[in-house]
């Protein structure tokens, strides 16, 4: 949970675009695999599918000039 409070009371939820990112809004924990939580300045955040964002987690809109494509 955010410190700033900014998420408290939402309920999380993720939706995947298709073709694109995660939407993660809501009360929800973004973490590095080491565990150190990762800042969170919005409600909803966009986070890489691709693998090829130059902001990992979150998403930069490589998607789309690489044509990453989902099921």
Same mark, same amino acid.
């Given at each position: 949970?955010?410190?700033?409070?900014?998420?408290?009371?939402?309920?999380?939820?993720?939706?995947?675009?298709?073709?694109?990112?995660?939407?993660?809004?809501?009360?929800?924990?973004?973490?590095?695999?080491?565990?150190?939580?990762?800042? *969170?300045? *919005?409600? #909803?955040?966009a986070l890489c599918r691709c693998g090829?964002?130059?902001?990992?987690?979150?998403?930069?809109?490589?998607?789309?000039? #690489?044509?990453?494509?989902?099921?």
């Amino acid at each position: 949970m955010e410190g700033d409070g900014a998420h408290r009371g939402t309920d999380a939820q993720v939706v995947a675009c298709p073709d694109g990112p995660f939407l993660v809004r809501g009360d929800v924990e973004i973490v590095t695999p080491d565990g150190e939580p990762i800042p *969170r300045r *919005r409600s #909803t955040v966009a986070l890489c599918r691709c693998g090829m964002s130059t902001i990992k987690p979150f998403c930069d809109g490589t998607h789309r000039l #690489t044509g990453f494509r989902t099921d």
